[in-house]
């Protein structure tokens, strides 16, 4: 996979380099989610079915996510363009990342890590990483085309998530993306723009 870094839109020259450091501790939390989602999801799979994993996911994902976010000292989320849970919707920089992802993959090229230093909300810096989330075929019980969706799943989402955007998927298609938000020392110095290059 490779990584993306680049001149933000509306600003002139280059970027700050990503520090490795910060960037480790990234790709070490967006692997823990991922492991533990992963985790979830295929024992309540094997347990209740789609609906069981509906069901798990919708309580106890974003406890995983607030977990290893402490875990790890960073801020950390699951963010898609076509979220199913409100809390999920993407920040204005993360929307700028998934929409170039989503132009890649419909160029065909493989969905590649995003990682760029930026300004902070506390007037410091951060490291903004977002890993992309790629389909698996498991999770077209819940989030493939509404008509294939596994028995029971559609009520149980209309129930749950009356607003949801987050179906309509086939194996392979990139969902969404972990977003993780390390700080930096104050010295670090930022991007002029909180953008996507």
């Not at 501790?25 to 295929?42: F, M, S």
């Not at 996510?65 to 963010?79: D, K, N, P, Q, S």
């Not at 085309?145 to 559609?154: W, Y």
Request: aromatic share 4%; proline share 9%; glycine share 10%.
């Amino acid at each position: 996979m490779a990584i993306v870094i680049g001149v933000a839109p509306g600003t002139s020259g280059e970027l700050p380099a990503v520090p490795e450091a910060q960037l480790a501790v990234a790709r070490t939390a967006a692997d823990g989610l991922g492991a533990r989602l992963r985790t979830l999801l295929t024992a309540e799979l094997a347990r209740g079915g789609p609906q069981g994993a509906v069901e798990a996911c919708a309580a106890q994902a974003q406890e995983a996510t607030f977990e290893e976010a402490a875990r790890h000292g960073v801020a950390l989320r699951r963010v898609s363009l076509q979220y199913r849970n409100p809390a999920d919707a993407p920040d204005e920089f993360e929307r700028a990342a998934l929409e170039r992802l989503a132009a890649g993959a419909r160029q065909g090229s493989p969905p590649a890590e995003i990682a760029q230093v930026t300004a902070g909300p506390d007037g410091g810096s951060e490291l903004r990483y977002l890993r992309p989330i790629v389909l698996a075929a498991p999770c077209l019980s819940c989030h493939g085309k509404v008509a294939e969706l596994a028995p029971g799943v559609a009520a149980i989402l209309a129930e749950r998530y009356p607003g949801d955007l987050a179906t309509g998927y086939s194996a392979g298609d990139l969902r969404g993306a972990v977003s993780v938000r390390v700080a930096l020392p104050k010295v670090f110095p930022a991007a002029a723009a909180p953008e996507v290059p």
